[in-house]
Each structure stands twice: as structure tokens, then as C-alpha cells.
């Protein structure tokens, strides 16, 4: 009966994580699989997050995605991070604005090094006024453009470590 239970309890936890929404192969400082955006708008953010990187260190990623599935947007949130690693070693400034089109979420998930430029009220306060306006106007890309324009000004003004010789991942 207890080996029962195990073998139960294992299926389980099994088809939840079969659940999860897939985390992509990350090639790109914009990664949009749900195809959301223009392709002007995917090169202004690509320049901006690469322009940002060459002059504080700091990695700037965004993510589009179709949904995140059951798991919620900052659990998946946390776990894309986690899984690619952003922001340097030991520095962990990194960023990762991510939007679920079709759940209509957004969240900004941002690295220890990065939580006094950024802290959890600031996120909150540039996707309530920025992003979400300007999805709710139909307008994805301007929202985007808006809501990384705010987050890169406040890493610009956050006093980071000097950025040394880039790594093969920090630098796509």
C-alpha cells in the first residue's frame, strides 16, 4: 500500500511538471515565440539591450510568450530567469520583462544586484502606468518600448560594478 501511494504520488508530480510551460532556448536579448511583436520594435529592444550591456554590465531580456500555463506568471517568471541565468555572476543584474499574451500578464522579474534600481513597488508602477495602458490602447510594441525605456534609465543610475571582458553568455 505505501509503495502504492509513492508510485501515485510520483505520476503526479510527473504530469505537473509535463505541465509547465516550456522554458525557450535563449539565443536573443528579445525572445518572442507568441510572434507578437513588429520586427522594428524586436531591433529597437535587441539595440537597447545590447547598448545597455556594453555600457553597465546589466542584462536587459525580454521574453513573449503565448501563456505560462498554470504555474502562474511569477513562478514561470522566476524559473526563465533561473534557468538562463541572467545578469553576471556574483553580480546577478539581470532582468527579464516577460509578457503572456494570451493570459494578459506581465511581470518584471529582476536580479538581487538589481532589486534597489528596481524594486518590486518600481516594477509594479512602470507596468500599471507604462505597459499596460498602451496593451489595453492594442498597442504591445509601444508598451514594450515604454516599459524598457523606464527600466533601462533606472539601471543607467544604478551604481554597478564595471563591466569586465564579456562571457560567451552574457554577450548573444
Given at each position: 500500500?505505501?509503495?502504492?501511494?509513492?508510485?501515485?504520488?510520483?505520476?503526479?508530480?510527473?504530469?505537473?511538471?509535463?505541465?509547465?510551460?516550456?522554458?525557450?532556448?535563449?539565443?536573443?536579448?528579445?525572445?518572442?515565440p507568441a510572434g507578437a511583436l513588429s520586427d522594428s520594435t524586436r531591433a529597437t529592444l535587441r539595440e537597447q539591450s545590447l547598448q545597455l550591456q556594453a555600457r553597465t554590465g546589466a542584462q536587459l531580456q525580454v521574453l513573449v510568450v503565448p501563456r505560462v500555463g498554470d504555474e502562474g506568471i511569477e513562478a514561470y517568471a522566476?524559473?526563465?530567469?533561473?534557468?538562463?541565468?541572467?545578469?553576471?555572476?556574483?553580480?546577478?543584474?539581470?532582468?527579464?520583462?516577460?509578457?503572456?499574451v494570451q493570459d494578459r500578464r506581465v511581470r518584471i522579474q529582476t536580479g538581487y544586484g538589481l532589486e534597489g534600481a528596481i524594486p518590486d513597488a518600481y516594477a509594479a508602477r512602470i507596468i500599471d502606468k507604462a505597459i499596460v495602458p498602451r496593451f489595453r490602447d492594442g498597442d504591445l510594441d509601444q508598451g514594450l518600448l515604454d516599459g524598457t525605456k523606464i527600466v533601462v534609465a533606472l539601471i543607467d543610475g544604478e551604481d554597478l560594478p564595471a563591466w569586465e571582458e564579456p562571457t560567451a553568455r552574457s554577450v548573444l
Open positions: 500500500w505505501p509503495g502504492a501511494c509513492l508510485a501515485l504520488l510520483l505520476c503526479l508530480v510527473s504530469l505537473r511538471v509535463l505541465a509547465l510551460a516550456p522554458v525557450p532556448v535563449l539565443d536573443d536579448p528579445v525572445m518572442d522566476q524559473r526563465v530567469f533561473d534557468h538562463w541565468q541572467l545578469g553576471r555572476a556574483g553580480i546577478d543584474d539581470g532582468v527579464l520583462l516577460l509578457v503572456a
